[in-house]
DNA sequence: CTGAAAGCGCTTACAG
DNA sequence: CTGAAAGCGCTTACAG
C-alpha cells in the first residue's frame, strides 16, 4: 500500500545477493543459476517490483520506444497503419510515442526533436502536406538513428520507406473507367509538395494519354487531403464550361466533399458523376459508400514499416535504404458485397 | 557530422562553467543571470545540444509522459479523441505513449504494467468490452499514479472520467422517434459488461417505458460494438416474427453492419427501417450516410480527460476524484445540410 | 556462477 | 549568482 517503489536494491538486500546478480536474473541471464533466477523472480513479484524502464533504458543507451508522427489521425488510412504499428512494435517488445502533426511542417519538426531527445530508438513518420525544408531529417540522418516514411515519403535523403504504388494504383483505376467507356475524367489532385499528390496525379495523366484522351488542365483541380478542399474543388468544376462524367478524387475524405458540393448544387449530380478515390484498407468505407476504390493495404504498410525499422534497429551495421512499394487494388462496388460475405463467415463476433 | 552526443558536460568545458549552471541556465533558472543564459543558450544551439530526456526524466523523476490506451484506434471517435490528447498534452509539455488493446483485457493490462514501468506521469483509458479483473487498477491507485478514464469508464475505483451522458443520449434520440410516431423500436445493444452499453440501453428502456411502450426483450439484441456485431444482431431480428420500424444501434459501426444485413437479406429494408447510433463528433460520418446519429462531442472528451489528468499530476496535494459528463447532442439528416454550409462558410481550406 | 566499480546524463538540495 | 556532492535506478564490462 506504500507508495515507496521497489527497487532491484530492495530485492537484492532481502536475498543477500548483488544488484547485478539480481538484474541478471530477472532478465534471464545465463550467468545466473536457475535456482536463482527464479527464487529471484519469485521474490521480485512478491515485492511488487517493477523495472523502472526509463532507467535500464539510459543505463543500456536504447528506450525500446519508437516515435510515430503522423499528418492526422482521423484519416481511415493513418489510424489503421497507426494501430497495426503498435501491434507490431508491440510483439516486438517495443512501444510507441504517437505525435500528430496536423498537416503542419513546423509540428512535423518540433516533435522529430522532441522524439530524438526523449533517444527513441527509431522513427516512423508519414509527412505533412506542407513544404518545408529537410533539417530535421538532416539532424536524424547524423544522430545515426534509424527512420523509416510509410505512406508518404521525402525522397532523395537515403531513408527506408514503405509505400503505395499511387501512379500505378491511379492508372489502373483510370483505366478501367475507360475501358467501362468513360471519357471526359477529371482529377481533384492532392497538393504537388507531395510526393502522393504526384504520383496520383502522374497515373491518372498516364492513363488518359495512352487512351489517346487529351488531359485537360481545366479539370484538374489541385488541392489537400480533406474533404474541404473537395468541396471547393468542386464548386471550381462547376465553373468550367462543361463538367466531366468521372471524377478522380485524390483521398476518400476529399470524394466526400465532392459528394457534399454536388448534393448542395444539385442532388441529382450525385447519381450523374462516378467518383473514385484512394482508401484505406479496411471494409467499413464500403459499408457506407460504396463507389470504386483503389483500395491501399493500411495494416500492411504499418507492419512493413516497423519491421524494417526494428531490423535497422537491431542489426550491427548500417544497412542499405530500402524502398517496399506496396500494391493497391481495385474495388468496384460489385466487388463489395461478395467480399462483404467472406468477411462475415470468417470473422465471427467474439463477444455478445 | 559525428554520431558522438553533446551531453550537458561538453557545454560546461567549452564554457568553464559547471553542469549544474549550464543544466539551470538551459531551464532559465532565474538562479542564473540573463547574459550567462544567453552565452550557455547559444552555445548550445551551436553545440548542436539535445537534452538528454531520459535522463532529466530519472533525476527529476517526472517523465513528462501520458500512457493512452484505447480499445482501438480504428474508432472514429477513438481516433479523434486520441488526436485531440495528443494535441492538448502537446501544448501542455507533454508527450504521449500510445497502446490499443484490441478490446482485450490481457491487452489492456500488460499494457497499463508496461506504461507503470515506463514511468509514465499519468494514465487515460478507456476499457476494452471484456470482462476483466481490476487488479491492475488497484495497482495503479497503490503507486499514486493518476489516472482518469475517458469514455469507457469503470465504476466505484476512485478514478476521476470524462464521459457522455449515454443514457440522456439515448433516451433523447428515443424519444425523438417516438414523437415521429414510431412505436416499434428494437435496440441492438451493447456488452452489458461495459457500463456504456448499459446507459445506452438504460435510457432506451425509460423512453419506450415513458411513452407507455412496453419493452419487448425479443427486439433487444446485446452484442459489441463493431460491424459484425451488428450484422449479426440483425440476422437475429430477422427471425423474429415481426421486424421493428427502426432499429437503435449502440455505435456507428453496429449501424453500417445492420445496414448491411438488411441490404444483403434485402434491399428494400433499408429504405423501410430507420436507424439510429451513437456517432463520434467529427461531420464526416454524415456526409457518408446521414441517418440520426446522437452525436459524441470526441474531441472535447479528450481535452477533458487530459486536462483533468495534467491537474492531477502537477497539484500538490491528491484531489478528489471528478466526475466530466458531456452532452451528447441529437442531429439528424435535416441538420446535416445546414452544419455543412456552416463548416464550408468558416473553415476554409490552407492548402492548394 | 557472483559481485565491486564505474557509468548512463541529468537534477536536487545544499553550501558558499 | 555559482558549484561540489550525491543521487535517480538501472546496466555494462571486467575481475574473480
Not at 515507496?4 to 543459476?33: F, G, Q
Not at 530524438?116 to 545515426?144: K, N, P, T
Not at 483505366?175 to 504526384?198: E, F, N, Q
Request: with cysteine; charged share 30%.
Amino acid at each position: 500500500m506504500s507508495k515507496k517503489r521497489v527497487r532491484l536494491a530492495d530485492i537484492a538486500e532481502r536475498l543477500n545477493l548483488s544488484k547485478v546478480s539480481v538484474s541478471k536474473a530477472l532478465r534471464d541471464h545465463p550467468d545466473i543459476s536457475r535456482e536463482t533466477r527464479e527464487l529471484v523472480k519469485k521474490t521480485a513479484a512478491e515485492m511488487g517490483y517493477m523495472p523502472n524502464l526509463l532507467a535500464r533504458s539510459l543505463s543500456s543507451q536504447r528506450s525500446y520506444m519508437l516515435g510515430v508522427v503522423v499528418p492526422k489521425l482521423t484519416y481511415a488510412l493513418m489510424a489503421t497503419a497507426v494501430e497495426a504499428i503498435q501491434e507490431t512494435a508491440m510483439q516486438r517488445g517495443y512501444r510507441i510515442v504517437l505525435a500528430v502533426s496536423q498537416e503542419r511542417a513546423d509540428w512535423e519538426r518540433q516533435h522529430i526533436e522532441r522524439l530524438l531527445a526523449m533517444r527513441v530508438d527509431g522513427l516512423l513518420v508519414s509527412v505533412s502536406q506542407q513544404v518545408f525544408q529537410h533539417e530535421v531529417y538532416e539532424r536524424v540522418q547524423q544522430m545515426g538513428v534509424p527512420l523509416v516514411f510509410f505512406d508518404r515519403a521525402i525522397e532523395g535523403m537515403g531513408f527506408s520507406r514503405v509505400v503505395v504504388d499511387d501512379r500505378e494504383g491511379a492508372y489502373q483505376a483510370i483505366a478501367y473507367m475507360i475501358r467501362k467507356g468513360y471519357r471526359r475524367i477529371a482529377h481533384v489532385a492532392g497538393p504537388s509538395t507531395v510526393l502522393i499528390g504526384r504520383e496520383r496525379r502522374a497515373g491518372y495523366e498516364a492513363a488518359l494519354r495512352e487512351a489517346g484522351i487529351p488531359v485537360r488542365p481545366e479539370w484538374v483541380v489541385e488541392g489537400g487531403f480533406d474533404e474541404w478542399h473537395g468541396y471547393y474543388a468542386f464548386k471550381r468544376l462547376l465553373q468550367r464550361k462543361e463538367l466531366p462524367e468521372v471524377i478522380f478524387a485524390v483521398t476518400f475524405p476529399v470524394a466526400l466533399g465532392i459528394r457534399a458540393a454536388m448534393w448542395e448544387s444539385d442532388p441529382a449530380l450525385v447519381d450523374r458523376i462516378q467518383l473514385i478515390s484512394f482508401s484505406e484498407g479496411g471494409l467499413s468505407e464500403f459499408y457506407v459508400y460504396p463507389h470504386i476504390c483503389i483500395r491501399q493495404p493500411a495494416r500492411e504498410i504499418g507492419r512493413r514499416a516497423v519491421e524494417l525499422l526494428i531490423e535497422a534497429i537491431e542489426s550491427e551495421d548500417k544497412l542499405e535504404p530500402r524502398q517496399v512499394v506496396l500494391k493497391t487494388e481495385l474495388i468496384t462496388p460489385e466487388d463489395y458485397l461478395r467480399r462483404f460475405a467472406v468477411r462475415m463467415a470468417t470473422e465471427r463476433p467474439t463477444a455478445g
